[in-house]
C-alpha cells in the first residue's frame, strides 16, 4: 500500500487548500482514509475521514464547516478542501488508510502511511 499526500503550502489566514492523498496497492473501495495532523510538540490528531463506502465522514470538531472530505474512486484519490484556514490549522498533514467502513478515532490503527504534507497559515 502506497499513500501519497500533496496540495500543502503556504495560505494566509482565511484562504484556502486542497490536499490530495492518492493511492496505489489497494482496492480502494475497501479503505477507509483519514486525514491526520502534526504540529510541533504537539499529539497527532485526525482531522476528518472517510469511510470505505464513501457515504460515512467524520470530522474533528476544530475543522466541522471549514473542511470537507471527497473521493474520486476512478482516480483513488482522497481530497481534503480546507476552507477559512486559521493560525492553528498550521501542521504537517498525513494521510492514513484502514481496511474497512469505520474510522477509528486511535491513529493507530490506520497502517499505512502517506509522507506527510506541510500546510502553514500565517496571520
Known amino acids: 500500500v502506497q499513500l501519497q499526500a500533496s496540495g500543502g503550502g503556504l495560505v494566509q489566514a482565511g484562504g484556502s487548500l486542497r490536499l490530495s492523498c492518492a493511492a496505489s496497492g489497494i482496492t480502494f473501495d475497501d479503505y477507509a482514509i483519514g486525514w491526520f495532523r502534526q504540529a510541533p510538540g504537539k499529539e497527532r490528531e485526525q482531522v476528518s475521514c472517510l469511510g470505505s463506502a464513501g457515504e460515512s465522514a467524520y470530522y474533528a470538531d476544530s475543522v466541522r464547516g471549514r473542511f470537507t472530505i471527497s473521493s474520486d474512486n476512478a482516480k483513488k484519490t482522497v481530497y481534503l478542501q480546507m476552507n477559512s484556514l486559521k493560525p492553528e490549522d498550521t501542521a504537517v498533514y498525513y494521510c492514513?488508510?484502514?481496511?474497512?467502513?469505520?474510522?477509528?478515532?486511535?491513529?493507530?490503527?490506520?497502517?499505512?502511511w502517506g509522507q506527510g504534507t506541510q500546510v502553514t497559515v500565517s496571520s
Open positions: 492514513a488508510s484502514v481496511w474497512g467502513d469505520f474510522c477509528y478515532s486511535d491513529y493507530l490503527r490506520f497502517g499505512s
